[in-house]
């Protein structure tokens, strides 16, 4: 049911890993409006962002859109980052334009910048390294991913600067589901996502876990050898150029 009083809110990808946090922990507070791809347990505006068509009505009367919708995969090949990150970025800004929605925020990545990452491993991920690489930082992505995020940036300055629209870019680090237990998380390795500077987030795959081990513990950790690391993590660091002995963690996967 509507609720006048509540801003209304269309997020893209609403069924997704980040989409659910969202429903979860800002249905309370504005009137979310579901965009998905396919039919879900809750309502939602079903289309491919990649039809502009197909999700323009989903923008008439919205207050703001978080678009979260795409493929998140860094390693996505150049077939699906074309419909699903590059066209679909654009038709979700220029179906808000449309529509006169005043408000977008955009989900980039870490990814945008992440050659200095790749340059920097191991080193950066030690918890007193103090490089930074935020908005100024020249861009660097690491991949077609990384580009599509640095081209949805670019969009959101554009409808900024030409349509008047006030676009947010969060370039977020990395949103995984916590492990249920011990065995999950060494069968479903996932990096952490914390709520300190993005230097101390860290791919803890090569960690072992125990339960209730806090995360300085685990950070702590970081600085022992890498016969702790698995043999993926190994891969991943030396895919990084990092050194066997000492390489300690990888970049996180998206
Ligand atoms: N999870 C992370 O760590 C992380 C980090 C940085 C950025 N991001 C970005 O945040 C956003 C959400 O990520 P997530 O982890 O929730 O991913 P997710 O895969 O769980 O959710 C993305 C959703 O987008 C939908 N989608 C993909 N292509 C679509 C299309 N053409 N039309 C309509 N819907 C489509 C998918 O059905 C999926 O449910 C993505 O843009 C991702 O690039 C995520």
């Not at 702790?228 to 066997?244: C, D, E, K, T």
Request: aromatic content about 6%; charged content about 25%; glycine content about 10%.
């Amino acid at each position: 049911m509507s609720s006048p009083e509540k801003r209304r809110v269309l997020v893209t990808g609403a069924e997704g890993l980040i989409g659910s946090v969202v429903r979860r922990e800002l249905g309370g507070r504005y009137e979310l409006i579901a965009l998905t791809l396919t039919p879900q347990s809750f309502p939602s505006h079903v289309a491919d962002i990649a039809d502009l068509a197909a999700i323009e009505p989903a923008f008439v009367g919205i207050d703001a859109v978080v678009h979260l919708a795409a493929s998140p995969a860094v390693e996505t090949p150049w077939e699906e980052i074309l419909p699903n990150n590059l066209i679909g970025t654009y038709n979700v800004f220029e179906a808000a334009r449309r529509a006169g929605v005043p408000r977008v925020v955009f989900a980039s990545s870490n990814h945008v910048v992440g050659m200095y990452e790749v340059d920097g491993a191991p080193e950066i991920y030690g918890v007193d390294d103090r490089r930074v690489y935020d908005h100024t930082a020249e861009i660097r992505p690491d991949s077609l991913y990384g580009v599509s995020k640095a081209y949805g940036e670019a969009l959101g300055r554009l409808f900024v600067e030409r349509h008047g629209m006030s676009v947010f870019c969060l370039r977020i680090g990395a949103v995984r589901l916590a492990a249920r237990s011990p065995r999950e998380a060494a069968r479903r390795p996932h990096a952490i996502g914390v709520a300190e500077p993005a230097r101390l987030r860290v791919a803890d795959r090569a960690l072992p876990r125990r339960r209730g081990r806090s995360l300085r513990d685990r950070l702590r950790r970081l600085g022992e050898p890498a016969p702790l690391l698995g043999p993926r993590a190994r891969a991943r660091a030396a895919r990084l150029g990092a050194p066997g002995r000492g390489a300690r963690v990888g970049t996180a996967p998206r």
